[in-house]
């Protein structure tokens, strides 16, 4: 019997990390039996976690972003707001990002991002 069950994008993105790491693995002792030497590829992976670092860096800011904005309160659930010229009420308010649905009836996803002035 099974007590929960999730959507296939939430299975496929839990399984590719293991997919991923598995084939990394495969690949670094595969490369040293062809003869291949793997200290040479340390530079390579610094350079990786260099970038990987200053991509993450927007998307930890926007997150920072969020929390505070949800704990200092300031906006909730219903209330009425203009960004970007776009207004409308809040309807769903999360540490990523917060839904606003306008008069006309759409919705827009609206990131939190953090813009020092």
Do not use: C
């Not at 505070?68 to 999360?94: E, F």
């Amino acid at each position: 019997m099974r007590f929960w069950s999730l959507s296939s994008e939430l299975d496929y993105a839990g399984a590719a990390p293991y997919a991923l790491v598995l084939v990394v693995l495969a690949i670094l002792v595969a490369l040293p039996a062809v003869g291949i030497d793997v200290t040479v590829l340390s530079v390579f992976s610094g350079a990786i976690g260099v970038g990987i670092g200053f991509g993450l860096q927007k998307i930890a800011a926007n997150y920072l972003a969020g929390f505070a904005l949800l704990l200092d309160r300031s906006v909730g659930l219903g209330a009425l707001v203009t960004i970007d010229g776009y207004y409308g009420g809040v309807t769903r308010l999360t540490a990523r990002y917060l839904v606003l649905k306008g008069q006309d009836g759409t919705e827009a996803i609206m990131i939190m991002e953090w813009e020092s002035r």
